[in-house]
Every structure is written in C-alpha cells, then in structure tokens.
C-alpha cells in the first residue's frame, strides 16, 4: 500500500489543522493505522492509532484531549484533527499502516509497515 499525507501547514498557536492520509494500492480496511511525527532534533514518536474497522483508538499523553484520529474505509482515508494547537506540537507528521497488527490502536514503529512521506505542521506562537 502507498500512503500520502497531507494538510499540513503554518498555524498560529491555538488554532486548528486537519491531516489526511491517503492510501493506493492496498487493503486500506486491513490495516491499523496510526499517525507518528518527529519534531527537529527528536527521535519519531507516536500520536494516535486507531485498529483497522476503528472500533479502538489510542493517544499519546501529549495530545490527549486536543487531537481526534478517524477514518474513512471506503474512502481509503485516515484523518488527523488537531486543535488547540501548540508550538511543541511543530513537527514533520506521518501516517503508517499496520499489515501485522491491524487490531492494535498502538504500537511503536516496528509495529507499522508501511509509511508515508510526511507533512511538516509549524504551529508559530
């Protein structure tokens, strides 16, 4: 499956940002999805996953509360919305399906098997 993220951009702190994530060539449905994002100098962390019929979702502390994961099986599309957005929250984010865990909303890197390119989200105070 090929992924391609999108819907990234500057923000002023406070306000909000939808990410896409759309996917080609695979069985979108089968897959856990999850989005991850590596802010400059840190290593890639977590921030959301959801298993692949959306049943379950889990969130990183960071961004508990302020951001939502989704998913259109049909539409073959994985959603980010992010609000109350802040400067820790700038980073290049990406999205990445799970082939072997399709029924864990978390997991770390190794659990994902493949990736997208990523969208960089610069929130400016």
């Known amino acids: 499956v090929q992924l391609q993220a999108s819907g990234g951009g500057l923000v002023q702190a406070g306000g909000s940002l939808r990410l896409s994530c759309g996917a080609s060539?695979?069985?979108?449905?089968?897959?856990?999805m999850g989005w991850f994002r590596q802010a400059p100098g840190k290593e890639r962390e977590f921030v959301a996953g959801?298993?692949?019929?959306?049943?379950?979702?889990y969130y990183s502390d960071a961004v508990k509360g302020r951001f939502t994961i989704s998913r259109d099986n049909a539409k073959k599309v994985l959603y980010l919305q992010m609000n109350s957005l802040e400067p820790d929250d700038t980073a290049v984010y990406y999205c990445?399906?799970?082939?072997?865990?399709?029924?864990?909303?978390?997991?770390?890197?190794?659990?994902?098997?493949?990736w997208g390119q990523g969208t960089q989200v610069t929130v400016s105070s």
């Open positions: 990445a399906a799970s082939a072997r865990f399709p029924h864990h909303s978390y997991g770390p890197e190794s659990y994902y098997d493949y």
């Open positions: 060539g695979g069985a979108f449905g089968s897959y856990g």
């Open positions: 959801m298993t692949r019929g959306g049943s379950s979702e």
